[in-house]
């Protein structure tokens, strides 16, 4: 094993952990607003998509504009989401809403199926397959172009939370609900804007991950590492989700390089055990260490 | 709270779905009915679609439209199992017991067709022609096997790569379930056979969204041939990894259920120069007459839906079901159609080579070597024999 | 008119095997093990607030366990293989629930989750135990002279199993353990500044409700008679957290009507092919909207006020 190569392994899997990393922040970002997981990010992700691949499809336009249109289609479809279902759960617990997301997560992977059928498509990327030589070592231009893109995106992101009224309102909300309602923030207001930027963090990613794992109605399954990045990074933290995303990423393509295939697999979960007892908050957590 | 009357209401709902007593189950003086538990959902539905709604159900459409077996339309019910083993057995109990089918058709995956196996055989009920490649199924009574088992497949690749091209060295990229194990183990008892070895395996678990690090892992071990025992998702991100790496003196071999258009459409122009085992004619090109006549089916009743390997699987199926139930006769029994299918001699489907059902009732045998030549498999051997 | 509901439910489980078709007593018994494998959740997630999403893997270390033992002991009586099962699955009960003492929320029902999948992939590495992905047959349990291998039989085993811990949870949570957890739900704080030793009994909660599941896991696996990796996933845990919800968290009552829903749902459904999850979730989110709480809370809503967990967007 060179170690061209594994610097090409790493490479490979900081590219997925980014991906990992945009699906974290879009759990944390509502997780923060609302208190609720949402099950279904996945699958709305996958369903933006391939409103923009139907568009590039029929209408034959070019990759920027598929993007643009499942960046707008999810903001609608986060938007209808939160206003028309979640929003109407007024009485739910927490726990309720979770349910109501896996239903969700059930009726948009159905429906896309019905739509599109549950075949598995080729999707264009803006970043070529042949690799790029860097010395000895040789990195594919997708995967760099998968970091960059996810690491514009997330410096976006920090500095809608940092800089604008909205970003600053969504920390507060996050922080403490009720204070923030009584220093005349709209907690509705955060809530739709929480959905609907999550959304849209997920159609970035799903139209930058669709040429790698294939545009399909099973693509939203992704999320699931997105919910492991964001607990080992440390839930709540957006930095967090990122480290973890990328920690994600990295462990999972390097425990096949060295260990045996008996444990490999179990690699990313029993690494995922291990910090939480070491650090119950993740990696980065917040979370004061209980003693119980 | 729950009232007595209520209760009393449930039960009279209960029993009224008691079933009619039938003579033999699933068939009556107009129709017969079969069905199977399939994956409608989960991460095999596009398959199980295709090999019911529009391969099965194609060529019975066609011969209801004829009129039938001896006066008798077909029907078929499906229930769908989202590939869970025991969705499987629940499903097959309700076909068996409350649908009261004649036979299971085309039911879809190791795990949960293993699940069902005693049930059915107990029973004496008809599994005909599983979509599902382990040898497990052998050996009974009431199974006809369906899709060219992995020992035979590997026979076949074995015997033609280290036999007849004197390869030396092979590695195996295999998907970590049973479909990939079965391959895997049948491939080092064939190298076995030529005191060879695999130099490298690596397994991938069934949605994996990266495969670099197993890719590395292999060519470091430099085979000349490296299997791929995947679907066609994994199959296409393993064709692309290689390409990113610059990883040109292997050569890349899909297993029968993996040669097939959609890995090619998929990893585009990293599929070129990959060869592999082909257990169909090409569906949308091949000038065999059953192709053509499936072609035209397919054009008539699903005009949207493009032909591919999986309905043609199911198209084959259904064709063979309904030659055994001609010859079974008016008077038709389980055990009538089981003999049936063992009068089967040189029968000419027009897709696949002539098919002779022995004791082993296997339906297929063969395959033949392809390669991938501009985006299509050119075929590159007549049928290989696995006997 | 409590007894006489309680006679007339007996009657009618005694009765079913005799008024019913041969697949529905099949069903019934898939029912009664999934309302055990909730019961036993309710008590973990309900009582406690320990969510998990891993309850698919207990349920696994219960099948294989119960179906080594019948395979490997076939001497061994039914009752004795089942009671092992869920002694076993009780005991990595305990080695996961000590850990997890430090972490709450999300951050636990990760750790299930997580707990879930490498339950799965030990299944799957310890292959010379358990077939890995060859799968496991497992062979008719024994009891006594009989052998269990009619659906009847083996129904009258389930509802047997089931009715003891059934009533065994129902007194668990009548006294003051079971009052402790309840205490535990509310208010970790105000339960622990009196007196209640929270470590305890989160700790208790988890072997308890292992135990449950590893007892219904040895069931699963003599009904359904054949087990394999890809039973077990974690979409078969994310099922009975929906039972639980949906029946209503902390009710034992509860989750028996969640179980029986959403396990006849599941079966109904299978007609619709593809259409199967969009009917489903359709109506997973139209129940969560118009009751709150899940069934037992909109029943109790009939004959009085209950007690609730945190409401959207609230902090605890």
Same mark, same amino acid.
């Given at each position: 094993?060179?170690?061209?190569?594994?610097?090409?392994?790493v490479?490979s899997?900081?590219?997925?952990?980014?991906?990992?990393?945009?699906?974290?922040?879009?759990?944390?970002?509502v997780?923060?607003?609302?208190?609720?997981?949402?099950?279904?990010?996945?699958?709305?992700?996958?369903?933006?998509?391939?409103?923009?691949?139907?568009?590039?499809?029929? @209408?034959?336009?070019?990759?920027?504009v598929?993007?643009?249109?499942?960046?707008?289609?999810?903001?609608?479809?986060?938007?209808?989401?939160?206003?028309?279902?979640?929003?109407?759960?007024?009485?739910?617990?927490?726990?309720?809403?979770?349910?109501?997301?896996?239903?969700?997560?059930?009726?948009?992977?159905?429906?896309?199926?019905?739509?599109?059928?549950?075949?598995?498509?080729?999707?264009?990327?803006?970043?070529?397959?042949?690799?790029?030589?860097?010395?000895?070592?040789?990195?594919?231009?997708?995967?760099?172009?998968?970091?960059?893109?996810?690491?514009?995106?997330?410096?976006?992101?920090?500095?809608?939370?940092r800089?604008?009224?909205?970003?600053?309102?969504?920390?507060?909300?996050?922080?403490?609900?009720?204070?923030?309602?009584?220093?005349?923030?709209?907690?509705?207001?955060?809530?739709?804007?929480?959905?609907?930027?999550?959304?849209?963090?997920?159609?970035?990613?799903?139209?930058?991950?669709?040429?790698?794992?294939?545009?399909?109605?099973?693509?939203?399954?992704?999320?699931?590492?997105?919910?492991?990045?964001?607990? @080992?990074?440390?839930?709540?933290?957006?930095?967090?989700?990122?480290?973890?995303?990328m920690?994600?990423?990295?462990?999972?393509?390097?425990?096949?390089?060295?260990?045996?295939?008996?444990?490999?697999?179990?690699?990313?979960?029993?690494?995922?055990?291990?910090?939480?007892?070491?650090?119950?908050?993740?990696?980065?957590?917040?979370?004061?260490?209980?003693?119980? | 709270?729950?009232?007595?009357?209520?209760?009393?209401?449930?039960?009279?709902?209960?029993?009224?779905?008691? =079933?009619?007593? #039938?003579?033999?189950?699933?068939?009556?003086?107009?129709?017969?009915?079969?069905?199977?538990?399939?994956?409608?959902?989960?991460?095999?539905?596009?398959?199980g679609?295709?090999?019911?709604?529009?391969?099965?159900?194609?060529?019975?459409?066609?011969?209801?439209?004829?009129?039938?077996i001896?006066?008798?339309?077909?029907?078929?019910?499906?229930?769908?199992?989202?590939?869970?083993?025991?969705?499987?057995?629940?499903?097959?109990?309700?076909?068996?017991?409350?649908?009261?089918?004649?036979? &299971?058709? &085309?039911?879809?995956?190791?795990?949960?067709?293993?699940?069902?196996?005693?049930y059915?055989?107990?029973?004496?009920?008809?599994?005909?022609? =599983?979509?599902?490649?382990? =040898?497990?199924? !052998?050996?009974?009574?009431?199974?006809?096997?369906?899709?060219?088992?992995?020992?035979?497949?590997?026979?076949?690749?074995?015997?033609?790569?280290a036999?007849?091209?004197?390869?030396?060295?092979?590695? #195996?990229?295999?998907?970590?379930?049973?479909?990939?194990k079965?391959f895997?183990?049948?491939?080092?008892?064939?190298?076995?056979?030529?005191?060879?070895?695999?130099?490298?395996?690596?397994?991938?678990?069934?949605?994996?969204?990266?495969?670099?690090?197993?890719?590395?892992?292999?060519?470091?071990?430099?085979p000349?041939?490296?299997?791929?025992v995947?679907?066609p998702?994994?199959?296409?991100?393993?064709?692309?990894?290689?390409?990113?790496?610059?990883?040109?003196?292997?050569?890349?071999?899909?297993?029968?259920?993996?040669?097939?258009?959609?890995?090619?459409?998929? #990893?585009g122009?990293?599929?070129?120069?990959?060869?592999?085992?082909?257990?169909? =004619?090409?569906?949308?090109?091949s000038?065999?007459?059953?192709?053509?006549?499936?072609?035209?089916?397919?054009?008539?009743?699903?005009?949207?839906?493009?032909p591919?390997?999986?309905? &043609?699987?199911?198209?084959?199926?259904?064709?063979?079901?309904?030659?055994?139930?001609?010859?079974?006769?008016?008077?038709?029994? !389980?055990?009538?159609?089981?003999?049936?299918?063992?009068?089967?001699?040189?029968?000419?489907?027009?897709?696949?080579?002539?098919?002779?059902?022995?004791?082993?009732?296997?339906?297929?045998?063969?395959?033949?070597?392809v !390669?991938?030549?501009?985006? !299509?498999?050119?075929?590159?051997?007549?049928?290989?024999?696995?006997? | 008119?409590?007894?006489?509901?309680?006679?007339?439910?007996?009657?009618?489980?005694?009765?079913?095997?005799?008024a019913?078709?041969?697949? *529905?007593?099949?069903?019934?018994?898939?029912?009664?093990?999934?309302?055990?494998?909730?019961?036993?959740?309710?008590?973990?997630?309900?009582?406690?607030?320990?969510?998990?999403?891993?309850?698919?893997? *207990?349920?696994?270390?219960?099948?294989?366990?119960?179906?080594?033992?019948?395979?490997?002991?076939?001497?061994?009586?039914?009752?004795?293989?089942?009671?092992?099962?869920?002694?076993?699955?009780?005991?990595?009960?305990?080695?996961?629930?000590i850990?997890?003492?430090?972490?709450?929320?999300?951050?636990?029902?990760?750790?299930?989750?997580?707990?879930?999948?490498?339950?799965?992939?030990? /299944?799957?590495?310890?292959?010379?135990?358990?077939?890995?992905?060859?799968?496991?047959?497992?062979?008719?349990?024994?009891?006594?002279?009989?052998?269990?291998?009619?659906?009847?039989?083996?129904?009258?085993?389930?509802?047997?199993?089931?009715?003891?811990?059934?009533?065994?949870?129902?007194?668990?949570?009548?006294?003051?353990?079971?009052?402790?957890?309840?205490?535990?739900?509310?208010?970790? /704080?105000?339960a622990?500044a009196?007196?209640?030793?929270?470590?305890?009994?989160?700790?208790?909660?988890?072997v308890?409700?292992?135990f449950?599941?590893?007892?219904?896991?040895?069931? *699963?696996?003599?009904?359904?008679?054949?087990?394999?990796?890809?039973?077990?996933?974690?979409?078969?845990?994310?099922?009975?957290?929906?039972?639980?919800?949906?029946?209503?968290?902390?009710?034992?009552?509860?989750?028996?009507?969640?179980?029986?829903?959403?396990?006849?749902?599941?079966?109904?459904?299978?007609?619709?092919?593809?259409?199967?999850?969009?009917?489903?979730?359709? /109506?997973?989110?139209?129940?969560?909207?118009?009751?709150?709480?899940? /069934?037992?809370?909109?029943?109790?809503?009939?004959?009085?006020?209950?007690?609730?967990?945190?409401?959207?967007?609230?902090?605890?």
């Amino acid at each position: 094993m060179t170690w061209a190569a594994v610097v090409h392994v790493v490479v490979s899997g900081l590219a997925t952990g980014s991906i990992y990393a945009l699906m974290a922040i879009s759990l944390v970002i509502v997780y923060n607003a609302t208190r609720t997981l949402n099950f279904a990010q996945g699958e709305m992700l996958m369903v933006s998509t391939f409103v923009g691949w139907t568009v590039l499809r029929v @209408l034959s336009a070019p990759l920027i504009v598929a993007l643009l249109v499942a960046v707008a289609a999810s903001a609608l479809l986060g938007w209808l989401l939160e206003r028309l279902i979640i929003r109407h759960a007024i009485s739910a617990t927490h726990f309720d809403v979770l349910i109501i997301t896996l239903g969700l997560s059930l009726v948009l992977r159905s429906a896309a199926g019905i739509a599109w059928t549950h075949d598995e498509f080729p999707f264009p990327s803006f970043f070529g397959n042949r690799p790029v030589a860097v010395g000895p070592v040789r990195v594919a231009p997708v995967s760099l172009g998968i970091i960059g893109a996810s690491l514009a995106l997330m410096l976006a992101l920090g500095a809608l939370f940092r800089w604008t009224r909205l970003g600053r309102a969504m920390r507060a909300v996050a922080q403490n609900q009720r204070a923030a309602r009584l220093m005349g923030i709209s907690v509705e207001r955060v809530y739709s804007a929480s959905w609907v930027i999550a959304s849209m963090v997920g159609a970035v990613a799903g139209v930058l991950i669709a040429p790698v794992i294939f545009l399909s109605s099973k693509m939203g399954l992704v999320a699931i590492n997105g919910f492991t990045a964001a607990v @080992l990074g440390g839930f709540g933290s957006m930095p967090g989700a990122v480290i973890g995303g990328m920690l994600l990423g990295v462990l999972e393509n390097l425990a096949p390089l060295y260990l045996p295939a008996s444990i490999k697999h179990s690699v990313p979960f029993l690494v995922m055990i291990t910090i939480l007892l070491v650090r119950p908050g993740g990696v980065l957590g917040r979370v004061a260490r209980r003693k119980v | 709270m729950i009232s007595r009357s209520s209760v009393l209401l449930l039960l009279a709902v209960m029993l009224s779905a008691l =079933p009619v007593a #039938a003579q033999q189950p699933g068939v009556s003086d107009t129709e017969i009915v079969i069905g199977g538990s399939n994956s409608f959902s989960g991460p095999l539905a596009f398959t199980g679609e295709q090999i019911t709604k529009f391969g099965v159900d194609l060529y019975f459409k066609v011969i209801n439209d004829a009129g039938g077996i001896h006066g008798r339309k077909i029907r078929t019910v499906y229930y769908d199992d989202a590939y869970r083993p025991q969705d499987a057995v629940a499903n097959t109990k309700k076909l068996v017991e409350q649908d009261r089918v004649f036979a &299971i058709i &085309i039911p879809q995956g190791s795990p949960p067709v293993v699940a069902t196996l005693d049930y059915l055989e107990e029973n004496k009920v008809p599994l005909l022609f =599983p979509y599902q490649s382990s =040898p497990v199924t !052998r050996g009974k009574r009431y199974v006809m096997q369906g899709m060219t088992l992995s020992d035979r497949s590997s026979k076949m690749m074995i015997d033609y790569l280290a036999g007849q091209r004197k390869v030396k060295k092979f590695a #195996a990229l295999y998907q970590d379930d049973e479909y990939g194990k079965s391959f895997l183990t049948a491939f080092e008892k064939d190298l076995g056979r030529y005191g060879l070895k695999l130099v490298a395996a690596e397994s991938v678990k069934r949605g994996v969204t990266d495969v670099s690090a197993q890719v590395a892992k292999l060519q470091a071990a430099k085979p000349e041939v490296t299997f791929l025992v995947l679907v066609p998702g994994p199959g296409a991100q393993a064709l692309k990894e290689r390409q990113k790496i610059g990883w040109n003196d292997t050569i890349m071999v899909s297993t029968g259920p993996l040669t097939d258009e959609r890995y090619l459409s998929l #990893a585009g122009d990293a599929a070129e120069g990959v060869e592999g085992l082909s257990l169909w =004619p090409d569906p949308v090109s091949s000038d065999l007459p059953g192709v053509k006549l499936y072609r035209e089916h397919m054009h008539r009743y699903f005009p949207q839906n493009e032909p591919n390997r999986y309905s &043609i699987a199911g198209y084959c199926a259904a064709m063979l079901f309904a030659e055994g139930a001609k010859r079974a006769g008016r008077n038709l029994t !389980r055990d009538g159609l089981m003999a049936a299918f063992e009068s089967f001699k040189a029968y000419e489907t027009g897709i696949l080579p002539p098919i002779t059902i022995g004791p082993d009732h296997e339906t297929q045998k063969q395959g033949f070597w392809v !390669r991938v030549e501009q985006g !299509r498999f050119k075929q590159m051997t007549d049928w290989l024999k696995s006997e | 008119m409590r007894q006489a509901a309680l006679a007339t439910g007996a009657a009618v489980v005694v009765g079913w095997p005799w008024a019913a078709p041969r697949y *529905f007593v099949f069903l019934a018994s898939l029912i009664a093990i999934n309302a055990i494998v909730a019961i036993g959740l309710n008590l973990l997630s309900g009582y406690t607030n320990q969510l998990s999403f891993g309850h698919a893997g *207990f349920l696994a270390i219960g099948a294989y366990a119960a179906a080594i033992l019948t395979i490997r002991a076939p001497a061994l009586p039914v009752p004795v293989s089942l009671l092992l099962a869920g002694l076993v699955t009780a005991a990595v009960g305990l080695a996961l629930g000590i850990p997890c003492l430090r972490l709450e929320g999300l951050y636990l029902a990760m750790a299930t989750l997580a707990f879930g999948f490498v339950v799965v992939e030990a /299944i799957l590495s310890l292959d010379w135990l358990t077939r890995g992905n060859d799968g496991l047959r497992v062979p008719a349990a024994r009891l006594g002279p009989w052998t269990l291998a009619t659906d009847t039989a083996r129904y009258y085993l389930v509802m047997t199993v089931a009715a003891l811990l059934v009533v065994a949870a129902v007194n668990i949570s009548r006294t003051r353990t079971g009052r402790a957890l309840l205490a535990v739900r509310e208010s970790e /704080i105000a339960a622990q500044a009196s007196g209640i030793h929270l470590a305890a009994y989160k700790t208790l909660a988890f072997v308890v409700s292992a135990f449950y599941t590893g007892v219904a896991g040895g069931l *699963f696996a003599l009904v359904v008679g054949f087990l394999s990796p890809d039973s077990f996933d974690v979409f078969l845990s994310v099922d009975f957290v929906a039972m639980i919800i949906v029946g209503g968290l902390g009710s034992i009552l509860g989750s028996v009507v969640g179980a029986a829903v959403i396990t006849t749902l599941n079966d109904s459904l299978a007609g619709f092919q593809n259409y199967r999850p969009l009917i489903f979730g359709a /109506i997973l989110i139209t129940s969560m909207v118009f009751m709150p709480g899940g /069934i037992a809370s909109a029943l109790g809503k009939i004959s009085g006020a209950r007690s609730r967990p945190p409401r959207q967007g609230e902090d605890r």
